[in-house]
């Protein structure tokens, strides 16, 4: 029987001083100079480096040289190897796998985090859940969207401006129920690649018509897909109501950019509107693959129109149709609730100078607002449908 000599070999280095770091050594310099900076803890990467698998090591090395520094300082050894494990197993159990390449695999299904949220368990407790739901489906693509139709109601998780902050973690948000946009992007984006399924965090830090900030998740099917978390479209992905917005970024200035996040170092930060001084979530710049679906726009006035339940109240669903008395043109919609983003809101294209009847229907009669359509950009409505 043939016996290996390498435990021996071991002993004896050992005994003739050498470190156990010394003798399992294999990692590259770049990672060696990594570990220099993550002080008390460097023991623990140091540990999941030395007990990695040799066919995960590529993947640890991969998570520990693109950490952050908040992260080099505190990730514990049992923490990595087991979930460097299970990321190898998520992809491997699903249909696709052999679609992934490597580097969009340790990109955007082997991290832990999509940008500075909680660290957690966020993957292991929806795991099953998030197998269940795409256990059909034969395309990372085709899985995605059974998540984002399916998932957030069976964790009962929806969007709410009264969410404890911006930046939840996945779990965070299960274990409230309310979330932001952002919230809502990073729980989806756990779900995903807790099934092999490639996807990452974007985002703009400000629309051009300075409406405010808005995230979403892509979703890599042999090439970059967007779509709203929690906010599926029966037509598929690269849809959604904010798509018109983006197409009008400015790249020429940072902050009507879109970023897509990235674990592996960029140099270029994801801006974190919650908390600008972070740095150190890196970013990939995507807006042109936004702004070329731009089309040409005509003369007319976007009117957004916003349906409340009373004055300073709550927003509402509510049929709403516009007639234009002088075209005699006609354009039907559904305002949004309290449970779409704040920047969705229901929008009409209308000629300028033009005069309008608005006509809501809710519950009772309907009720007729007369509107004129100014020479601009964009006109906002708010119409209370109720009184104090």
């Given at each position: 029987?043939?016996?290996?000599?390498?435990?021996?070999?071991?002993v004896?280095?050992?005994?003739?001083?050498?470190?156990?770091?010394q003798?399992?050594?294999?990692?590259?310099?770049?990672?060696?100079t990594?570990?220099?900076a993550?002080?008390?803890?460097?023991?623990e990467l140091?540990?999941?480096?030395?007990?990695?698998?040799?066919e995960?090591?590529e993947a640890?090395?991969?998570?520990?040289?693109?950490?952050?520094?908040?992260?080099l300082?505190?990730?514990?050894?049992?923490?990595?190897?087991?979930?460097?494990?299970?990321?190898?197993?998520d992809?491997?159990?699903a249909?696709w796998?052999?679609?992934?390449p490597?580097?969009?695999?340790?990109?955007?299904?082997?991290?832990?985090?999509?940008?500075?949220?909680?660290?957690?368990?966020?993957?292991?407790?929806i795991?099953?859940?998030?197998?269940?739901?795409?256990?059909?489906?034969?395309?990372?693509?085709?899985?995605?969207?059974?998540?984002?139709?399916?998932?957030?109601?069976?964790?009962?998780?929806?969007?709410?401006?009264?969410?404890?902050?911006?930046?939840?973690?996945?779990?965070?948000?299960?274990?409230?129920?309310?979330?932001?946009?952002?919230?809502?992007?990073?729980?989806?984006?756990?779900?995903?690649?807790?099934?092999?399924?490639?996807?990452?965090?974007?985002?703009?830090?400000?629309?051009?018509?300075?409406?405010?900030?808005?995230?979403?998740?892509?979703?890599?099917d042999?090439g970059?897909?967007?779509?709203?978390?929690?906010?599926?479209?029966?037509?598929?992905?690269?849809?959604?109501?904010?798509?018109?917005?983006?197409?009008?970024?400015?790249?020429?200035?940072?902050?009507?950019?879109i970023?897509?996040?990235?674990?592996?170092?960029?140099?270029?930060a994801?801006?974190?509107?919650?908390?600008l001084?972070?740095?150190?979530?890196?970013?990939?710049?995507?807006t042109?693959?936004?702004?070329?679906?731009?089309?040409?726009?005509?003369?007319?006035?976007?009117?957004?129109?916003?349906?409340?339940?009373?004055?300073?109240?709550?927003?509402?669903?509510?049929?709403?149709?516009?007639?234009?008395t002088?075209?005699?043109?006609?354009?039907?919609?559904?305002?949004?609730?309290?449970?779409?983003?704040?920047?969705?809101?229901?929008?009409?294209?209308?000629?300028?100078?033009?005069?309008?009847?608005?006509?809501?229907?809710?519950?009772?009669?309907?009720?007729?607002?007369?509107?004129?359509?100014?020479?601009?950009?964009?006109?906002?409505?708010?119409?209370?449908?109720?009184?104090d």
């Open positions: 029987m043939k016996t290996s000599i390498l435990p021996v070999l071991a004896f280095t050992l005994l003739a001083g050498a470190s156990a770091e003798i399992f050594k294999w990692w590259p310099a770049s990672t060696e990594v570990l220099k993550a002080g008390d803890n460097r023991k140091v540990s999941a480096l030395a007990k990695v698998p040799d995960q090591r640890m090395s991969f998570l520990i040289e693109n950490m952050p520094p908040v992260d300082a505190s990730m514990k050894a049992d923490f990595l190897l087991a979930h460097v494990a299970q990321a190898h197993r992809l491997a159990s249909p796998v052999k679609q992934i490597r580097d969009i695999f340790l990109n955007d299904i082997l991290p832990y985090a999509s940008l500075n949220e909680r660290r957690d368990d966020t993957r292991t407790r795991r099953e859940v998030a197998r269940e739901i795409i256990k059909d489906c034969t395309t990372p693509g085709e899985a995605a969207q059974a998540l984002n139709r399916t998932l957030f109601k069976k964790l009962n998780v929806r969007y709410s401006t009264k969410r404890k902050k911006a930046d939840q973690s996945g779990a965070e948000s299960i274990e409230s129920g309310l979330a932001s946009c952002s919230g809502l992007s990073i729980l989806l984006v756990e779900a995903c690649r807790s099934v092999g399924i490639p996807a990452r965090v974007v985002g703009t830090p400000m629309w051009t018509n300075m409406h405010g900030n808005h995230t979403w998740v892509e979703i890599w042999n970059w897909h967007f779509t709203g978390a929690a906010e599926p479209d029966a037509q598929g992905l690269d849809r959604g109501w904010f798509k018109g917005d983006a197409s009008k970024a400015d790249d020429t200035k940072p902050e009507h950019r970023y897509a996040s990235s674990f592996k170092k960029t140099g270029l994801f801006p974190l509107v919650w908390d001084s972070i740095q150190w979530v890196p970013a990939v710049n995507v042109a693959r936004y702004t070329a679906a731009a089309k040409p726009e005509d003369e007319k006035t976007s009117v957004r129109i916003r349906i409340l339940d009373r004055p300073d109240g709550k927003r509402i669903a509510a049929k709403v149709t516009v007639t234009d002088d075209s005699g043109e006609k354009y039907t919609g559904t305002s949004s609730d309290e449970a779409a983003d704040l920047n969705n809101i229901l929008t009409f294209r209308l000629h300028p100078g033009h005069h309008c009847l608005i006509e809501t229907t809710y519950g009772g009669a309907p009720i007729i607002d007369k509107l004129f359509v100014e020479k601009t950009k964009e006109q906002i409505i708010t119409i209370p449908l109720g009184g």
